[in-house]
T-cell receptor, first 118, second 115 residues
Framework: DTAVSQTPKYLVTQMGNDKSIKCEQNLGHDTMYWYKQDSKKFLKIMFS???????INETVPNRFSPKSPDKAHLNLHINSLELGDSAVYFC?????????????????FGSGTRLTVV | GENVEQHPSTLSVQEGDSAVIKCTYS??????FPWYKQELGKGPQLIID?????GEKKDQRIAVTLNKTAKHFSLHITETQPEDSAVYFC??????????????FGQGTILTVHP
């Protein structure tokens, strides 16, 4: 039973198209994230939602629009795809509202969506 | 904002040797430092983490040390095995700040363990 699942795993599309990536987590976490991993493996945060509310919005083109219908889902829609959008996109979740010495702050990542724009 | 530097970018060791990866961070308010392992075709997986009120933490063959004064932390893997080969990432965050625990990652280290 996958904790953080993303679909699709692979996405090949032409420049100018619009595409969506979906993410779901069954861990009961209150916070979800989108990270972009470029060809050099660098992981950079794009967005974060806490209980369906957008809390982090890094410098990302407004062609990228996240949507969180509930705290278990975070989708990413990309308009007018460009060659430079090619990357692996990772969804992650964590429980931000925790306290206590043994509470886990760690992220759980999905397996990624490899987007190739041709 | 936070900036995390990670070294080396590649590390090659013989099976059974130790491996050490080092990271420095810039924001003195950061208080949570996890390490992730990413295998080919998979998402990063948390392997160990440390909070700023602790100087060292160990879990079997892996250990992490933190020097808050110098703002650096390190991952130590002993008795390396070929299955330890992967990309390792360090990260830092300020859990009590306004960034909602946003993790800033280092650039990654490709570890290769030769049999």
């Amino acid at each position: 039973d996958t904790a953080v699942s993303q679909t699709p795993k692979y996405l090949v599309t032409q420049m100018g198209n619009d595409k969506s990536i979906k993410c779901e987590q069954n861990l009961g976490h209150d916070t979800m994230y989108w990270y972009k991993q470029d060809s050099k493996k660098f992981l950079k945060i794009m967005f974060s939602y806490n209980n369906k509310e957008l809390i982090i919005n890094e410098t990302v083109p407004n062609r990228f629009s996240p949507k969180s219908p509930d705290k278990a889902h975070l989708n990413l829609h990309i308009n007018s795809l460009e060659l430079g959008d090619s990357a692996v996109y990772f969804c992650a979740s964590s429980q931000y509202s925790v306290s206590g010495r043994d509470s886990s702050y760690g992220y759980t990542f999905g397996s990624g969506t490899r987007l190739t724009v041709v | 904002g936070e900036n995390v530097e990670q070294h080396p970018s590649t590390l090659s060791v013989q099976e059974g040797d130790s491996a050490v990866i080092k990271c420095t961070y810039s924001d003195s308010a950061s208080n949570y430092f996890p390490w992730y392992k990413q295998e080919l075709g998979k998402g990063p997986q948390l392997i160990i983490d440390i909070r700023s009120n602790v100087g060292e933490k160990k879990d079997q063959r892996i250990a992490v040390t933190l020097n808050k004064t110098a703002k650096h932390f390190s991952l130590h893997i002993t008795e390396t095995q070929p299955e330890d080969s992967a990309v390792y990432f360090c990260a830092a965050s300020n859990r009590g700040g306004t960034s909602y625990g946003k993790l800033t990652f280092g650039q990654g280290t490709i570890l290769t363990v030769h049999p």
